[in-house]
C-alpha cells in the first residue's frame, strides 16, 4: 500500500501494520497509509473489524515533530483521527511501547484499546511547549475526568498501561508475548458479541460533574502557578480541558485547533522543539560513534567527601555501582557519609524511596582514609578543593595507585585539565567530569576532553554520564568550559550594573522575569557571599566585600544583598542601597537611570557573544550543546531554547549592533565575537556552523 503501511488480513480481521523506525512517528507518509488502509478495510465486506498495529519497539511515538514549522502536508493528523472514528467498522489500537502525543490522539479515536503490560501513554505535548492537537485534549477529559486530564496534559508525564487500564483510558491488558495475536482475539470477540462502536467523543458522565465548575480550573492553577510560570503551553491545555467540560465536543476541537496553531508557530514551542532535538545531539561526537569501544566501569572511585564529592557518589550508587569514597580526615569522612544518608532517608521519608532502598545504595558505599585503596577502581574522580596545586599532587599520587587503563577524572570547574594531566604518565586516561551541585540531582555533566584524553575514555564517559541519568556535554579545556567561562560575563554586568546605577533587586527582577529561577545576586546570597572570601585579604572594593566585611554573607547569616525573614524571603535592603551608592560614590561614578532592556542585553548578550567564542575556539561541538549546558545546569529557561538560541531568535544581527554600540560606550569586554561578525556578514546561524 506503501512503503511503511501495510494492510494484512487473517480471517476476518484486517491488520493494518506500521512500520516507520525508529518510533512510528506519524509522518505524512504514515497518516497517508492509516486513511487508506482504513478506507480499503471499510470497503472490503469481507473485512468486519481493524487492528491497527505497530512493528518496531514502539506504537506511534507522536506525531513527527520535525514536520512542525514546515508547510503542511495532507491529510493532517486531525483528519485522519476523524477518519478512524468514523469507521464503520470497529478499529481496535494495539498498543505497546510507548503511545505518546499525537499516538495516543490516534488510539483514542479507535473504538477499542488493548495493551500490553509494559506499554506505556501520555502527552507530552507540552514539554515542546504544545498540547495535544488532534483531539487529545477533547477526547482524554471525556475518559478519564478533567482533574486527570488536565494532571497528563500539564505534566507531560506518561502513565503505564495498568495505570491506562483503571482509568480506562485501556480497554484490555493482553499477553506481553503476543501483542498482535491478542488483539486480533480481542477484535474478533467485539465482532462476535457484535459490540458498538465505542466512541469517545459521545462519552459525557466523566466530565457531567464539573461542568459549570471553574473553580476546579482555577484550584489546578493555583496549585501549579511556580511550576509553569513562564511556559504558555500549560495553560493553553488547561483552556482546552475546561472547554472540553463546559462546550460541545465539536466546539472544544476547535478551540484545540485554534490553540495548536498559535502555540505551534510561536517563540516557544520552536524553542522547546529546539530544546528535544538538542537533547538528543549532545551524544553525537564527529569521532567517536557506536562503534567506539568504551572500557568497563564496575568499580568508582570518589576522593573528597564534601558537598560536591558526595553529591557524585550518590549517583553511582544510585546506578548500583560501588564507590570508594576516599577523605583525609575521619571526621570529614563521617560527616560526608553522614551527610549522604541523610539525604537518602529524607526520600524515603517523602515515599519516593525505600528503606531498603536507602540500606542498599549505603551499602554500595566504603568510606577510606587512604588513596591506595583506590587501586582497584575502574574509575576515580578527584572531587577536592579548586586548587590547582592541590590536584597536581592528587593527581601523581593517584598515577602510581590506580590500575593500568583506570579512567581518572577531574571535577575542576575552571581548571586546566591538560596540566592535571600532564601530572601522570597516563594523560589519555585523564579528563574532566564537572558535575554541579547538588551533583546528585542536577542533570548536566560537563565531560572535558584534554588535549591527550584516548576517545575511549571520552566515549566511557559519556555512556556513563547516560547511566547515571546525566546528559552529558562534551566540551573543551579553557577557563570554566563552556558554563562558568559564559556565566562570567554575566556576572560582570551584574557587578557593573548596580554601581553604575540599578540595584540588585532590579538586575533579578529582570533575569527572573526573562525565566531564571532566580537572578544573580539572589543567587550569591543563597550560595554564600564569602565562598573564596577572607577577612585577611578582603580589599573592600566590591559590594560583594564589603557585605561579608559586615558579616552579611548571605541566607545563613540571615542578610547578604537582600535582608531575609525567618522564612528566607528576600526583602530589598535600604543598608545595601546605601552601601552601592557609597561605593559608587568612591569610585566617581554618576549613577543614572538604567533600563530592564539595558540590563538584560548587557547580562545577555554578552553571554551570547562568549558562546560564540566558544565555538569558535572548538571548546563545543555545535550552538546547541552550549544551549543544553545554560539549560540543564544555570537554570536558562527552556521555553527561551538556550542562550545560542535565544540570540538566532532575537537576531544575530541585532545582537551584534548592541555589542557594538556598548563597546562604544564601555569598551572591549563588548568587543563581538569574530564568529559573531562573520555569520552576520554571510547572513547565516550558529546553526549553520
Ligand atoms: N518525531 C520525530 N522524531 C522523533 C520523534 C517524533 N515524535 N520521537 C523520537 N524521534 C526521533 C529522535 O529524534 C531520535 O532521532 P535520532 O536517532 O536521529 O537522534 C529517534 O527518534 C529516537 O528517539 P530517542 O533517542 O528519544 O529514543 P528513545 O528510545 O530514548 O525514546 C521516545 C523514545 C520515548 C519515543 C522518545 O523519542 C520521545 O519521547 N519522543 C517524543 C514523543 C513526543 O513528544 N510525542 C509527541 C509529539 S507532538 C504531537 O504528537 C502533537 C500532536 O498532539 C498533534
Redesign the pocket.
Known sequence: MNPVVELRRDGEIAVLAVNS???N???AQVREGIVEGIRQAGADASVKAVVLHCEG??F?????????GKPPKQPM??EVVDFIEASTKPVVAALH??A??????TALACHYRVAVPSA?CG???V??G?????G?TQRLPRLVGPERAMEMVTS?S?ISAKAAKEMGIVDELVDESDLLASAIAFARKVVAENRPLKRVRDLDDKIAAARGKPEIFEAFRKANARKFRGFQAPEYNIRCIEAAVNRPFDEGIKLERQL?QEL?SGEQSAAQRHV??A???V??IPDISDDTPTLPVKKVGVIGAGTMGGGISMNFANAGLPVTIVEAKPEALERGLGVIRRNYESTAKKGRMSMDDVERRMGLLTGSLKLEDLADCDLIIEAVFENMAIKKEIFSKLDAIAKPGAILASNTSYLNVNEIAAMTKRPEHVLGMHFFSPANIMRLLEVVRGEKTDKRVVATAMQLGRQIGKIAVLVGVCHGFVGNRMLEPRQREANRLILEGAMPWDVDRVLYEFGFPMGPFAMADLAGLDIGWSRETSKGETAREILCEQDRRGQKTGAGFYDYDENRNAKPSKLVEQIILDLSARKGITRREISDQEILERCVYTMINEGAKILEEGIAIRSSDIDIVWINGYGWPVYRGGPMFYGEQVGLGKVLDRLRAYEAQYGADFKPAALLERLVAEGKGFRDL
Open positions: 523506525p525508529p518510533v512517528a506519524l509522518s519497539r514502539t506511534f511515538a507522536g506525531a513527527d515533530i520535525s514536520e512542525f493528523l486531525p511501547g510507548t505518546l502525543g499525537g499516538g495516543l490522539e506505556k502527552f507530552p505535548e514539554k515542546l504544545l498540547l495535544p492537537g488532534a487529545g507531560g506518561p495548536f505551534v528535544f532535538f537533547e538528543r545531539q551524544w553525537k
